[in-house]
């Protein structure tokens, strides 16, 4: 078992302090509902009270409130000297998979799914539904739905109007293509599951930017790869998963000679790299299509694989994304999507095939709404925050100027805020002075969570560091 | 690596018939395409010419030209006395997976894929969308649309109406449910998929019934897990899978004392059993609820994860279905929905939640339309195939009384009928003496493909059995 730092813990219990009543009954009530869930197995000791206060920012006495309740109640038990510990006797069926410890799901969770709560969401990467299109692009016609109904066809690959669609779109961009090197996704999450179950096995190594998109992160976890950071020799790599354009969460763009070099090196090895351009079409600037061009621009040989979606662009709540590959490896993904979903849902598809003859218009439309909220969000930060101002994609990538981000964002949970520190999006927990704040919010909700922010920036930010990481009582158990 | 046998490999090249030109250039065209997907990739070396011929019921000599032609392409190889195989130079990019060799996914997706074919569809298991429902039951009201267009939400857990609804319908049907006890997944495939995931790793056994859904062996294969048949003692299995009401494909019901002895073992093991209830409201006569309960109402220890859908019942194309299970579970599910796919798409799971207002109703259209078209096909088959009459599910499991069905079904392909040989259904490959016959297309195919099965089985029946399992040939590679 590997120990489990307090501040891994305190990720974990994420939005504990989110609820009603003293500070230690919520706490409580967190180690409790963690225990419940299953979140903690592994973890089955439990940090000392003072180095939990401190992964927390709470006072001392308050986990030892928390800790005595759990005792009583018979969910912890102790012993001097020895710690605190989950009881052995709570556990039921054996579930291999340890979930949600150290990832980023158990934040976004409360995000993705409350519905009324006070709380703002500075965390999660989804804009809200395009506004603007004309009524009938979000709408299906009786003539589309009644076709749909005279059909048994759960179109594993399609449908073929969307096949069309898109591989048209990437004709229209300079990249020949047919409709058969598409397959449709239930969104571009499941393009990345798909393509890291074709080619991962456990144990297999795959390589990752850092920071990189955590729901990558997630899928080639769940499959029991091991995550490398790049730079990294390709040689012992099964797997390499990119966001060149509008990284995910930098911002940034990679150069076009270093893509095409990637490309030449990934096809000399025949090691199949993932291109995920689930942002490259959020420009919010001008900018010349040279250089958001998609690797497989370079490619010769079929070792890239092209991700998107109409997640961000358009709707997420379409749950419409694709693959772009060789055709044999589509033939292959479909067979894998048949075992996953069996099809993407028909009437979404049709829906979203209309929608591609909306592209460019929902482009524009994306960069005046964006654009406008990325610069509301850069001008009123704290002046000494520092970040590059990014061309495209939905975040400012922030270092703070001091401090842990992974206190900052239990800071201002209280302060009714949901932060996602840079450590949620590092395969190595690196990271932890930076932020990813999106600028999706509308201009009212952005204020009050800038509002926010500040404020739990005034209380975190005036002292000294409160974690620095080599502790001996973090490394002591 | 494991022989693979003539017979298995006529199963990897099922559709290869279905071209135009003289047999022997679709034959080399079918292994062609099948080398291209990296379907045979583990079965590198080819039965002889004599076994491929009578595995697909074509002369000698048509295999010795289809071979020839693929040897003069730089396809396969051949060495006198040592047989033929494919080209060891030909492999490109790694792929671990194993994909598609022995499943029925090569068959289904010909059928689930294609539109316009001329072939008969006697193979899938997905009802017509269902008809008669008023017209308000499938199309989203503008406020819906309107109000799902407002939220950033993706609800991983399921749209709150969504779950409501399903729990609901729970509880009326005797089984007390919270909305928090409810999972929507992107249909029960995925559902299968997800407690796959969870509960198993390589090399876990898990359990099925013989017959059995081949969807699920293909979930349960593609995480690693090895398969046996029940019964089979409980103590070395990590997950139990059962389709206890109109079972895939028998369509038999279990007793209910079977069915509590069942969950009472289970539980005693801290033994996860999902029960697969897609088929469960289909059913095709008056039958008493107490014959149709779910493995759950005598669940007293959260042991039994319940599986619903409403792809039978109303429309497969919606992709909605869903897992009734422990909170705890659920808990941990979500998490792995959201490395698979996030959520389900909204405005499909806003339409579901109002379909469940017209549930009763839906039953009744069903059993008027399925009953109908079960009495047709079962006075028209040929009168010495053998078959017990469901009092539910899709299908009628049909014994030949001579020779294997895989073979007729390579015969039915050249008739333009796609069947689905029982060992599809056999995570043991055996019931190669039985078909799964669906009672779901409209009265004028389902005549037709009657007829055709009926010209096939003329044409395939008349000699004696040309298969007999144990040949010397088909073991001695």
Redesign the interface.
């Known amino acids: 078992m590997d120990p489990v730092s307090a501040i891994e813990w305190s990720q974990v219990l994420m939005s504990w302090s989110d609820g009603k009543g003293p500070l230690h009954q919520r706490l409580a009530a967190g180690i409790r509902q963690a225990i419940?869930?299953?979140l903690l197995i592994r973890a089955s000791r439990l940090p000392s009270e003072r180095a939990l206060a401190e992964a927390l920012s709470i006072s001392r006495n308050t986990v030892v409130s928390a800790y005595n309740a759990l005792r009583d109640e018979g969910w912890l038990e102790s012993q001097t000297g020895n710690g605190t510990w989950i009881r052995k006797d709570l556990g039921?069926?054996?579930?291999?998979?340890w979930?949600?410890q150290r990832?980023a799901?158990?934040t976004?969770?409360g995000v993705?799914?409350?519905?009324g709560e006070d709380a703002i969401?500075f965390a999660?990467g989804?804009?809200?539904?395009l506004r603007g299109l004309p009524a009938e692009a979000?709408?299906l016609s009786d003539a589309d739905?009644e076709r749909?109904?005279?059909?048994?066809?759960?179109?594993?690959?399609g449908l073929?109007e969307l096949r069309a669609a898109i591989a048209a779109r990437y004709c229209s961009e300079g990249l020949p293509t047919s409709a058969d090197d598409i397959l449709v996704?239930?969104?571009a999450?499941?393009a990345i599951?798909l393509i890291a179950?074709?080619?991962?096995?456990?144990g297999?190594t795959v390589l990752v930017e850092d920071p990189c998109y955590f729901?990558a992160v997630?899928?080639f976890?769940?499959v029991?790869a091991r995550l490398q950071t790049l730079p990294h020799p390709f040689h012992d790599a099964?797997l390499v998963y990119l966001t060149p354009v509008f990284q995910n969460p930098t911002g940034t763009v990679m150069p076009a000679r270093q893509k095409e070099e990637l490309v030449t090196l990934a096809a000399e090895r025949?090691?199949?790299v993932i291109d995920d351009r689930t942002l490259a079409d959020i420009e919010l600037e001008a900018i010349d299509p040279s250089a958001t061009r998609p690797l497989a621009f370079w490619d010769k040989?079929?070792?890239v694989l092209t991700i998107g979606s109409l997640g961000k662009l358009m709707?997420?709540?379409?749950?419409i994304g694709w693959i772009r590959a060789a055709r044999?490896?589509i033939?292959?993904l479909?067979?894998?999507k048949?075992?996953?979903?069996?099809?993407?849902?028909?009437?979404?598809q049709a829906?979203a095939a209309k929608l591609f003859a909306f592209y460019d218009q929902a482009k524009t439309l994306r960069r005046e709404e964006l654009s406008a909220k990325r610069d509301l969000l850069a001008r009123e930060l704290p002046p000494e925050w520092k970040f590059n101002m990014p061309q495209g994609g939905l975040f400012l990538w922030v270092k703070l100027p001091r401090g842990d981000a992974r206190e900052l964002a239990q800071v201002a949970m209280r302060h009714g805020l949901v932060l996602m520190p840079g450590s949620n999006m590092s395969a190595e927990q690196k990271h932890t002075d930076s932020v990813r704040i999106p600028f999706?919010l509308d201009e009212p909700e952005l204020r009050e969570g800038i509002r926010r922010l500040d404020a739990a920036w005034q209380e975190y930010a005036p002292g000294t560091p409160r974690y620095s990481p080599p502790r001996p009582e973090a490394l002591s158990w």
């Not at 993705?112 to 519905?115: A, K, M, V, Y």
């Not at 709707?315 to 749950?319: E, F, Q, S, T």
């Open positions: 419940r869930h299953g039921a069926m054996r579930i291999p998979q979930v949600g990832d799901s158990s976004l969770l993705l799914d409350r519905e969401d999660t989804t804009p809200y539904p979000l709408r739905s749909l109904l005279r059909t048994r066809l759960y179109y594993p690959f073929p996704t239930t969104g999450q499941q599951m179950s074709l080619f991962l096995q456990r297999d729901g997630e899928a976890r769940s029991g099964r025949n090691l199949p040989t079929g070792t709707w997420a709540g379409l749950r044999h490896l033939e292959r479909v067979r894998l048949m075992a996953y979903d069996l099809g993407t849902a028909l009437p979404m829906q999706l």
